[in-house]
């Protein structure tokens, strides 16, 4: 096989048409505030476990809603569920609901 | 004999529309619970997005009343207020009394009390305080200094303080501070070259004419830096010095970093005088506690009382060229009014 | 020997709920976890047992605690439960002096005025029969409210009743029968042979003679069948709390707790309930946001039946209301916390390997501020200050960074993974060598108090340290002359009898007034994290009634402890809301 020197990109794009809406849609559903975030990130910015370690709220947040989990998967469970970031919270989202919604999701649709 | 119409509150609405309407031929009295006439743009030292003086604009409001000969009863509070068949007595404490075939109300509004907002430190920490303590700074003339008293260079400008917050009830935008904000970091700047404005946003709300240019200039000419990521809490360290904590949600990470003085852009809320009067003459308050005028779109300066009249702020956060050509438009419905035009007809 | 076809309904029913009702005590009793097996055995035959029977008949008989909250609601359940126990023990007791030491079937003191109509043997004869007929007619009056409250609650000054199944309906008409049919039985006979006194003489004599002859034998038979029925149902429907609530009440009495998982203990508890429907009277989720499915009676009756779901397990805020007022004393807050272990996936990946607290400070005292308290400054400043006043010398634990309590995570279920955080948070504390353990957030102070098992270590909550300082002379208080009222947060009221510390140092220090809701009664803020799916709008509603009932007597602020209540009630309160520390900084 001659190297054309060509590599194999895999896509780094969000493919939002061919991502898995199942988890998205468990989450609406039981958690229905995952809808109103508009990723200020004071959750974040506040977050007990995120004085400690890599662990992103917002972002877990905005890449479920583009259907990436990959990242999601892995540090979800981080969560001490101390209720900061629901507190701080502007737009009264369910943070803490909303997590354990997240962790139930996971599991199911694995 | 002329109708007669009674304005409550002597700020830019009151001041704009008494002028027209005694312009129009109507015998106006303006009531202002305070000593002076102007209300909150007093205490403005430029305006936005010219940086025009704020007491330009003054002068043009009183050259109003003035000319028009507008009669003003300053130092004026209110005990009652009543509807009686199909006019209005409004008295004062000091036992005057006014009688009036229509009233406006343009009582204005207050600015949020961001001790509300405790995790910001405002009255807990020395160096934070809030916009309208900065243009005071300004219009003062004097060098710019923190409360502890050194010169800032790294100045912290906080958005969306007691507006689009769910914590504090007020889930509003109060339209105006953004662009205030950006407004400030450019005389922050342009007063002290040297230091660095660092501004934290959720949004960056641009939507006047010439706004995004302002903002464009804030960064282009002046270095101003923006960050997109609410504040969850302020500290202080041992200096006195404000630490702050927000996620830069464009990069993705938390940031942590440390500001000589922090600013905090408090929101707009109902004044207390707008809640006393609405009292007194039944006014409704829709969402948001602001009044609640007869449709958001075709009425915005009547009220739920035949005869009662809004204008200004009171109704909902306003800029002062919004205000001004609110308060004409409350001018000449009331002059309709007056004429006996039925100015609810369309609705019918 | 005495004997008639008509008892046997009577019979066959009793027999039949005897043996259910042992089977099913013996089941449960059988699937005890060890240690409480061990409890039985040790409290059995100490006066222990004397202790149970004392509350069962304060509770199950007198509805003690029902009468303190809705007295007409505690006359209607005492009549019921009072007046049939003493039909029973005072009929007994006449057809024992009657007839010696012959022997007797069960079913014949219950019928004793069918067999015997000359009972002038017995001593005070007269006023035995005065005595059933008044008894009698104190359970009547007890059956007419009944059927009030069914129709017209307002009546008794309660919102909503308990809903019921059939075999609720079944029992509870069978029921509501009995005693009337008793009367016409006892009247008709009394018609005839004059065996009664004023109610069923009068009765009888009003019905005469021939009518009587008519009535006298359909009535025992109907009196007969619907005591069968009723006994029948028992195992089957809502009544079948009366024994249960017996058998929980004594295994309380020998200590006895619900413990973190949903056992048979549970079991009992769930099926003591009496559908008494306090629970949903008391719940603020009912009166202030009118929700309406999620009360505890109605989570017992899900369990029950296996229908309960996640979502209205997930719907209360854990204020301990319903608890404090439950007739019964079931630990309804254990049992959720238990429940809702069950819908949560226990995962112990480790998920907490990134912590790795090192302290190596050392001092006698550790303060703890907590999540929350990072986020209202002013307390955990306050704090700081009465501390450097006081000259302690202590740890700030939390001081840049904090490691969760535990606690929100046992709320929500997730059991294991709060002793994850538990032990690493019961390191440091060791590791410091302080001997006290102050801490501001109450729900943390909770769980310190209950899970950490901190030997030698007196956890304090801040207000305690604070009144301790006081008393010790460490700090000086002035009187501000202002006037206060006091907001029992949930966790440190009700969950953990702390009522008295915060009102002393109040009282030292201004105008205590009082609200309508006091210590025990107190309102929950609505800000609590125990309820994990409340929408805002509903959290703001409980908030809103809460901030009127508290400024009942225009307070110029209100007080609390916890820093979850400071900032909730900030958002409905008029008046400023400070947190105990602040004003004792201040002064």
């Given amino acids: ?110 | ?348 | 020997m005495h004997y008639d076809n008509f008892v046997l309904p009577f019979s066959i029913g009793l027999f039949t709920l005897i043996v259910i009702v042992i089977y099913k005590f013996s089941l449960w009793i059988k699937n005890l976890p060890q240690t409480d097996k061990q409890l039985i055995k040790k409290g059995l035959f100490t006066f222990k047992t004397l202790e149970a029977i004392k509350e069962i008949i304060l509770e199950s008989l007198f509805h003690r605690r029902i009468f303190k909250r809705n007295p007409l609601l505690g006359y209607m359940h005492c009549t019921l439960a009072l007046g049939w126990f003493l039909l029973i023990l005072v009929g007994n007791l006449e057809s024992r002096l009657h007839s010696g030491s012959e022997i007797n079937l069960p079913f014949y003191p219950i019928f004793f005025k069918f067999f015997v109509h000359d009972r002038s043997n017995i001593p005070f004869s007269k006023f035995f029969t005065f005595a059933m007929d008044f008894i009698l007619l104190f359970v009547l009056s007890g059956v007419l409210l009944a059927m009030t409250k069914r129709f017209y609650s307002k009546f008794f000054g309660m919102k909503k009743t308990t809903k019921m199944k059939l075999y609720d309906k079944l029992a509870l008409t069978s029921l509501w029968f009995i005693f009337p049919f008793r009367l016409i039985a006892e009247s008709s006979t009394s018609g005839i042979h004059h065996t009664g006194s004023f109610l069923t003489d009068g009765l009888g004599s009003l019905l005469g003679e021939s009518l009587s002859s008519y009535l006298v034998y359909p009535a025992w038979w109907a009196y007969s069948l619907s005591l069968g029925l009723f006994f029948i149902s028992v195992p089957f429907s809502r009544y079948m709390h009366i024994p249960t609530e017996i058998l929980l009440i004594s295994l309380r009495k020998y200590g006895i707790r619900q413990n973190n998982n949903y056992n048979s203990f549970s079991e009992i508890a769930v099926n003591s309930c009496p559908r008494c429907g306090m629970c949903i009277d008391i719940c603020q989720l009912s009166s202030s946001a009118n929700i309406n499915n999620i009360q505890s009676v109605y989570i017992f009756r899900a369990i029950r039946e296996g229908t309960l779901n996640e979502e209205i397990l997930k719907n209360c805020l854990l204020c301990g209301r319903c608890q404090e007022f439950c007739p019964v004393g079931i630990e309804i807050n254990n049992i959720r916390i238990s429940k809702r272990k069950e819908f949560v996936i226990q995962n112990n990946k480790n998920s907490f390997s990134y912590l790795n607290p090192v302290n190596s400070q050392k001092a006698d005292y550790i303060y703890f501020a907590g999540c929350m308290t990072h986020l209202t400054p002013k307390i955990k400043n306050a704090m700081i200050s009465i501390f450097d006043k006081a000259k302690i010398n202590y740890i700030f634990m939390d001081k840049d960074a904090s490691i969760c309590c535990g606690r929100p995570l046992k709320m929500a279920g997730l059991e294991e993974k709060a002793n994850e955080l538990v032990k690493k948070n019961k390191d440091i504390i060791c590791n410091s060598g302080a001997k006290t353990l102050i801490t501001s957030c109450p729900i943390c102070y909770k769980i310190f108090k209950e899970n950490y098992n901190l030997e030698n270590i007196k956890v304090v909550h801040h207000t305690e340290f604070l009144l301790s300082l006081v008393k010790e002379d460490k700090i000086k208080l002035n009187h501000s002359g202002k006037k206060y009222v006091y907001h029992d947060p949930c966790e440190l009221g009700r969950g953990s009898e702390i009522y008295e510390q915060p009102r002393e140092l109040l009282k030292m220090l201004s105008d205590l007034v009082i609200s309508n809701n006091e210590k025990q009664d107190s309102l929950c803020c609505g800000g609590c994290l125990g309820n994990l799916n409340i929408e805002e709008i509903e959290r703001n509603l409980i908030t809103n009634d809460v901030v009127d009932v508290l400024m009942v007597n225009n307070p110029e602020a209100i007080i609390t402890a916890c820093p979850l209540c400071k900032k909730t009630l900030n958002k409905s309160s008029k008046v400023e809301v400070l947190d105990i520390a602040e004003i004792v900084d201040k002064s």
């Avoid at chain 1, 898995?20 to 505030?33: H, L, V």
């Avoid at chain 2, 903002?215 to 101003?224: C, F, I, M, P, R």
Wanted: aromatic fraction near 8%.
């Fill in chain 1, 1 to 110: 096989m001659i190297d054309f020197g060509y590599q194999i990109n895999t896509d780094r794009q969000i493919d939002y048409d061919n991502n898995n809406k199942d988890i998205i849609n468990y989450i609406i559903k039981f958690e229905p505030t995952f809808k109103i975030c508009i990723a200020c990130g004071t959750c974040t910015a506040t977050c007990s476990a995120g004085n400690f370690t890599d662990f992103n709220i917002r972002k877990l947040i905005t890449l479920i809603k583009r259907g990436e989990y990959d990242e999601v998967k892995k540090d979800i469970d981080k969560c001490m569920l101390c209720g900061k970031c629901y507190l701080a919270c502007p737009r009264a989202v369910n943070t803490r609901n909303l997590i354990l919604t997240i962790q139930k999701a996971l599991e199911k649709y694995n």
């Fill in chain 2, 1 to 348: 004999m002329s109708k007669k119409v009674v304005v409550i509150g002597g700020g830019i609405a009151g001041m704009e529309s008494s002028a027209y309407l005694t312009a129009m031929g109507y015998d106006v009295t303006l009531l202002e619970k305070e000593n002076k006439l102007g209300g909150h743009l007093l205490n403005w030292e430029k305006l936005f997005p010219t940086m025009r003086l704020g007491n330009e604009v003054v002068k043009f409001l009183n050259k109003g009343i003035d000319y028009e000969k507008v009669k003003v009863v300053l130092n004026a509070d209110i005990s009652e207020a009543n509807k009686i068949n199909e006019k209005f007595i409004i008295k004062l404490t000091d036992n005057k009394e006014f009688e009036a075939d229509a009233v406006l109300v343009t009582t204005g509004y207050e600015l949020f009390d961001a001790r509300k907002k405790e995790e910001y430190g405002y009255g807990i920490y020395d160096n934070v305080i809030t916009s309208a303590e900065l243009e005071k700074l300004f219009s003062s003339e004097k060098e710019l200094i923190t409360p502890s008293g050194k010169t800032p260079k790294k100045i912290g400008i906080v958005h969306c303080v007691g507006s689009r917050d769910e914590k504090v009830g007020n889930t509003y935008c109060s339209k105006v501070c953004c662009v205030t904000a950006v407004k400030q970091s450019i005389e922050i700047k342009e007063k002290l070259p040297d230091a660095e404005v660092f501004c934290y946003y959720m949004d960056l709300r641009m939507f006047g004419m010439n706004f995004e240019a302002l903002y464009k200039e804030a960064q282009e000419k002046y270095g101003v830096h923006f960050i997109r990521g609410r504040l969850s809490e302020a500290c202080e360290d041992i200096d006195g010095n404000i630490i702050v904590k927000v996620e830069d949600t464009l990069v993705g990470k938390p940031l942590k970093m440390t500001v000589d003085l922090l600013v905090l852009m408090v929101g707009f809320v109902t004044s207390e005088g707008t809640k006393k009067i609405a009292e007194m003459l039944n006014l409704e308050f829709g969402v948001n506690r602001f009044l609640k005028t007869r449709d958001q779109h075709t009425l915005t300066n009547v009220s739920n009382v035949p005869g009662v009249f809004f204008a200004g702020t009171c109704t909902s956060p306003k800029t002062i060229t919004n205000t001004i050509t609110d308060a004409r438009a409350a001018a000449s419905t009331i002059a309709s009014y007056l004429q006996g035009y039925d100015i609810e007809k369309r609705t019918k």
